[in-house]
């Protein structure tokens, strides 16, 4: 079977859903394709948790919005869907949108609804076919059914650079990457304070860990920030091994879920609060931070966050600071000055061998440190609302026109 469209967009998380949304508004048909049976990436099937990087950091007490119109509007919608998705300061002036997942979910459904997105979800990309410098067709394997898409552009948004690896062109890549996490959700809490929960965890945690000869990482198990409601509560579970592109699989899953049902048992005799608690959900994906990158014609460096460089083709605003996980558990953060940000070109969402592919989310071409900023959510919003905008140009000059939109929208605001 054949299907002809104008954009297809590959990944169903928040930079995917913002890219075909973007590029839906400019009256093109757009195809959207997940590899799972449910919309969100990461923010749905890890279960993040939180949104981060969609304010300035700050130390005034009154959180500062960044990004396009898009993204405050995306973010009201979502406060109507779930109350409890308000900014709240996390630590050293960074802001959070701690949010329920079901509310997100049904926010992204009924947001590409209205856009008139076509979504295609248990699909996987098997080939991609190029002429030249321009992506003609792409093979797809969607619901056990073999179709060729023929589209205009190809947005990346699958955070491990699908498309130029199919291809077979240059991409980012490193032998290891930050470490991972598991999420799971504990029901039958009997406690309101996330502060004390948090202490009495790390307390049980940190006994146990040499009875039990658990790896460095367990001690670092905490709280998703604001995801204490209702008696339920999301835990965040740092896991031991460097993470390589080969590591993510359903062994690992398996493995992960055995690590969950231990620490649970503990945690049910350990801690006061968890006497009566049930394991809700173990979440079906581990969080992946970064993997490998497809390549810009610009590659954003630290240098460029950590000095908060401007650019006046900026498509977006990074406002989050250098976040890097190792395999003991710990976390460095490398912060740039509050009330600022950094500019993300445009070059570091076009491809430098394609004329017709684009990327976004962490799929941004970016050096490790870079990429360790502009992972986050906010930001993915950002550079997924610009990649879908960019992928409708019929010509370089009017990519052009697009990029300097695009930056005047941005510096509005």
């Not at 470490?179 to 406690?191: D, E, K, S």
Request: aromatic residues 8%; neutral net charge; contains cysteine.
């Amino acid at each position: 079977m054949t299907v002809h469209t104008d954009i297809v967009v590959i990944g169903g998380g928040a930079s995917g859903i913002a890219a075909a949304i973007a590029a839906s508004s400019e009256k093109r048909k757009v195809v959207l394709l997940d590899k799972s049976d449910s919309l969100g990436g990461d923010s749905i099937n890890v279960n993040v948790g939180t949104i981060c990087g969609a304010f300035y950091r700050s130390f005034s007490g009154k959180p500062a919005a960044v990004g396009y119109p898009f993204c405050r509007s995306f973010l009201s919608t979502l406060k109507e869907a779930d109350v409890t998705a308000s900014a709240r300061e996390h630590s050293k002036g960074l802001y959070v949108i701690p949010y329920e997942r079901s509310a997100l979910l049904r926010v992204y459904e009924s947001s590409l609804k209205q856009a008139a997105v076509e979504v295609w979800t248990n699909s996987v990309l098997e080939s991609v076919h190029a002429e030249e410098r321009n992506i003609e067709s792409l093979s797809v394997t969607s619901k056990g059914k073999s179709t060729t898409l023929m589209t205009s552009a190809v947005i990346d948004c699958s955070g491990h650079a699908i498309v130029s690896q199919l291809v077979g062109i240059d991409i980012h890549q490193e032998v290891s990457y930050q470490a991972a996490a598991q999420i799971f959700r504990v029901a039958g809490i009997h406690q309101q304070n996330e502060i004390i929960l948090n202490m009495a965890i790390k307390k049980a945690v940190v006994k146990k860990s040499g009875e039990m000869r658990w790896p460095k990482s367990y001690s670092h198990l905490s709280i998703v920030p604001g995801s204490l409601r209702n008696g339920k509560v999301d835990l965040k579970l740092p896991l031991p091994e460097p993470i390589t592109a080969e590591i993510i699989g359903n062994k690992h899953l398996l493995e992960n879920r055995k690590r969950v049902y231990e620490l649970f048992e503990v945690l049910r005799s350990e801690v006061e609060s968890f006497c009566y608690a049930t394991l809700d959900t173990i979440f079906p994906e581990p969080g992946v931070r970064v993997l490998q990158r497809s390549k810009g014609r610009y590659t954003l460096t630290e240098e460029d966050v950590l000095n908060c460089r401007k650019s006046e083709t900026s498509v977006a605003t990074g406002t989050w600071p250098i976040e890097e996980w190792d395999i003991d558990g710990k976390v460095k953060m490398e912060y740039f000055e509050p009330d600022n940000g950094y500019s993300i070109p445009a070059g570091c969402i076009i491809s430098n061998a394609l004329d017709n592919l684009f990327f976004a989310g962490k799929n941004i071409s970016a050096t490790p440190r870079a990429v360790a900023s502009a992972r986050v959510i906010g930001t993915g919003l950002q550079t997924g609302y610009a990649a879908g905008k960019l992928s409708c140009a019929k010509s370089r000059q009017e990519q052009d026109q697009i990029v300097s939109s695009l930056h005047h929208e941005l510096e509005k605001f």
